[in-house]
């Protein structure tokens, strides 16, 4: 029953831009913050709580715009190598920020976040300070692309990575390793009794929640062709939060509806009223409040009250 | 000498605002527990309504010296109106959920609390220094400085002892510590904690307020305060060790001198350097300066 609802959501997906073609961007984006919000939400297994992977998001599209400058200019492989570094970067942040628990992991995966958007935002020389870097049309296999139709094909990729990544997360959260996550949440200190190397389980999660938000920043740098600094200020690593528990943390497709939920809404308020953030705040306090599943929670429970 | 003094007198005036920023989010945390994402907003709040009220003195031709009344009674009007309120219906709500929970319905609050401040007073930035050119300059060594500066420092020192006088000497001050060492026997022995809950709250709020309003002769209020407030606060808290006053005031002075040097020595990297120094901080001793180390659970 929900595999038929997803696929059916799916195909909605990949058919609406052919009838609104304004919806094309909308989506795109909406895949993006997804795919960042369901690293957050990897972590949140764990009970981590990160206000701070905006800095992946961002640290991935100006990968792309830096390798962009350097001369490449093959879309796959910059897509790759930016998530790649960005990967390696949760690593190295990762190493030193998983011996951390609760509001000290909150608190200094912001400060990392935002040494670096400080830093991207005041080298001016380097990285176009608070104007940015622009992301330039990539070719694909040495044929050059016009931009609505690399645009296309960015948002058509953009669904097919949703459904891969999607179900290779999915396998991960299900393996013992996943498992091991949601342990750490409820009795770490069991689980070191137990033998699993509580650090790894961390690590392989962190750099799992880093490479998500560096793949949504790569679609979003080449959807939007410019990367800012603000991509990584500490409001878009809460918004991130935000979009994960909305949709709700339960499984892989929650990060998605959170983040379909929003971008479809904001677009439409946007017609009659310029008070967002009011609206977000309120429906993210009354979701906690009364949904603590999140949306997706709502889908599911039905599903049990249906059988 | 002459380079080091205003070095000096830079570093005291901005650790003061920075302490002012900071101090009301570790004392909630402190007796609440709960680490108050919105806190930032508040500041914002203050300085906001300082500069209305300073605006209307101004533009009425009143007294110029009201205008000092007026920081003070914006904070304390600030405090009394959001305080009681968002303590009793959102924060009370979340007192021994998750940190993931707490974090995020103060968020939410932050998000909300911006946008009414946007639709408030609007997008554009206020000015407003009266109270700093009615206290002239003087000049120490042949440098020239504002009194409005020391003005801060010593409201710093007040707030500091103050809060050191109300605590630890104060009924109410021991009424607090018994509730922070343990909830549940100070509320079987008859304390009402929520009073004293919506009480810590509220003077939060009104440090905050009142450090947004005393910035406001000097740097102004503009969108955005809030937010960045919100990061230098966590910053301070977080050196400082969540929850001691005294350690806030030490990490208050620890980011203004990194600052005051980076503003000195490299000027592209003065945004940086707080945040550098909390990272540092935090890698070295996670609880911070002054931080107690918790054991874990088993």
Redesign the interface.
Known sequence: MRAILLIGAIFAIVVAPMAAPWLQFVLTMAIAKGLAALGVAVLLRAGMISIGHAMFFAASAYGVAFLARGGVSDFGLLLVLSVAITGLAGAVVGAFLIRYRAIFFAMLNLAVSMVFYALFAKLYGVTGGTDGMTIPVPTMFGIVLSEPTFKAILFYGSVALMVVVGLAVHRYLDSPLGHALSAVHTNEVRLEYLGVPVWAVLLVAYIVSAVLAGLGGAIAGFAIGRVVPDFAFWTASGHLVLVAVLGGIGGVPGAFIGAFFLELLHTEAAAFTDAWNLIVGAALIGVIMFLPKGLYGLLTRSEVSAK | MNAIIPLVLDTLSSAALIFFAAVGLTLVFNVLRV?N?AHGSFYSIGAYVAASICAFIVSRHLNPYLSFVALLFSAALVAVVLGPLIEST?IR?TYGK????Q???T??????L???QR?VFGVQSFYEDTPMRLMGSSSIGGVVYLNYQMFLVAMAVIVVFGLRLLIKHSRLGRLVTAVVADREMAQSIGVDTNKIFILAFSLGVFLAALGGALAVPTSGVAPGLG?DT??LA??VA?IGG?GQIEGAALAALIVALARVLAIYFVP?????AP??A??IV??VR??GLFGAITT???
């Open positions: 680490l994402v959102l709500w998750s940190e993931a929970v974090i995020l319905i968020f939410g609050l932050f998000l909300i911006e946008d009414l639709m937010a919100m990061v966590f910053a977080a969540l592209s990297l003065d945004a940086v945040y550098a909390m990272l935090l890698l996670p609880y874990r659970r088993i």
